[in-house]
């Protein structure tokens, strides 16, 4: 069985850095684009960056400049290093998947675990 496990998140101060990670485990053939996600009190989910297999990246624009994607295939993980921290970056954090199980199966979408980032000011 598949499944995304985040690293935790935490308080930090506004201007500090966390950084997070998504491992993913269990029946695993192939993983093709990794994404994090982020939900905000009283907002809609957003995407906060996104790559793919290839370690072609996207993020926000709010992030950019901050924030940086990055994966590890050999391990399955995917990571969000987080640089200078605002309080509106506050947010619970999901990490996404597309993976498939078998060399014969589609690929199908997973997510972790929400995680809790707190940015004070």
């Known amino acids: 069985q598949v499944q995304l496990v985040p690293s935790a998140g935490g308080l930090v101060q506004a201007g500090g850095s966390l950084r997070l990670s998504c491992a993913a485990s269990?029946?695993?053939?192939?993983?093709?684009?990794m994404r994090w996600y982020r939900q905000a009190p009283g907002k809609q989910r957003e995407l906060v960056a996104a790559?793919?297999?290839?370690?072609?990246?996207n993020c926000a624009d709010s992030v950019r400049g901050r924030f940086t994607i990055s994966r590890d295939n050999a391990k399955n993980t995917m990571y969000l290093q987080m640089n200078s921290l605002k309080p509106e970056d506050t947010a619970v954090y999901y990490c996404?998947?597309?993976?498939?199980?078998?060399?014969?199966?589609?690929?199908?979408?997973?997510w972790g675990q929400g995680t809790q980032v707190n940015v004070s000011s």
């Open positions: 269990g029946s695993i053939f192939s993983i093709n684009v």
């Open positions: 996404n998947a597309l993976i498939r199980t078998t060399r014969f199966s589609n690929f199908a979408d997973y």
């Open positions: 790559i793919t297999s290839g370690g072609s990246t």
